[in-house]
């Protein structure tokens, strides 16, 4: 079946790491997504992950993939209160290009 | 035209009401897909569209309808409006080989 779970709520200190999780249930998946939604608006693709890696680094991001877990994470070092919106977890197979969201995390960033 | 405009970006109708929600998608993205997201939840796919066919679906009723244009501009209709869609509708486009949809800031629709 498909699902994707993420936990709610995420509070951090501006300046400390934020590390959000996903787990997802689809072992076809292909691709994995993080996008990120600001109050009042779309989504903002941040970053994506085949499932064919580990790893992937993007400037202050950074995406960890446990296939075997089907466990993935977002890695925000240094993060700022710009950082503070709802992150979604997403993936896709590669038969269909439709995506899987997670019900998304809060990430609240504090001074 | 660069990035994804959804009109309009409010709209309030009436249970049994039909709406039209559109969006235009910038040059060159041939594959436009359609997503409900109701508060506090992630988005739900409803359908793609892609070379103006429909080629995918999620679990929405036939009331759910899209239409893709060769200008790159899309529509979703909704027939029979019901309270349940009240969501936040939102068009995301890409060109076919590519992996990361564009979205648009969505429409915010409220049925009383």
């Known amino acids: 079946g498909e699902d994707v779970e993420q936990s709610l709520f995420l509070s951090v200190r501006e300046g400390d790491s934020s590390v959000i999780n996903c787990t997802y249930t689809d072992s076809s998946s292909t691709y994995l997504y993080w996008y990120k939604q600001e109050p009042g608006a779309g989504l903002q693709l941040l970053t994506y992950?085949?499932?064919?890696?580990d790893m992937k680094q993007d400037q202050r991001l950074t995406v960890l993939l446990n296939k075997k877990d089907k466990h993935l994470s977002l890695r925000i070092a240094d993060t700022q209160t710009g950082d503070s919106a709802i992150y979604f977890c997403?993936?896709?197979?590669?038969?269909?290009?439709?995506?899987?969201f997670g019900t998304g995390t809060r990430l609240q960033v504090f001074p | 035209e660069t990035g994804v405009t959804q009109s309009p970006t409010h709209l309030i109708k009436t249970r049994g009401q039909q709406v039209t929600l559109r969006c235009s998608s910038q040059s060159g993205h041939n594959t436009v897909s359609w997503y409900q997201q109701a508060l506090g939840q992630g988005p739900q796919f409803i359908f793609q569209?892609?070379?103006?066919?429909?080629?995918g679906r999620g679990n929405f009723p036939p009331r759910f309808s899209g239409l893709q244009f060769p200008n790159y501009s899309s529509e979703l209709n909704v027939n029979a409006l019901e309270l349940d869609d009240s969501a936040l509708y939102l068009c995301?486009?890409?060109?076919?080989?590519?992996?990361?949809?564009?979205f648009g800031s969505g429409t915010r629709l409220t049925v009383v």
């Open positions: 992950i085949f499932s064919n890696m």
């Open positions: 997403a993936e896709s197979t590669r038969n269909t290009d439709k995506l899987i």
């Open positions: 995301a486009s890409k060109e076919y080989e590519d992996y990361g949809y564009t």
């Open positions: 569209y892609y070379r103006e066919e429909e080629n």
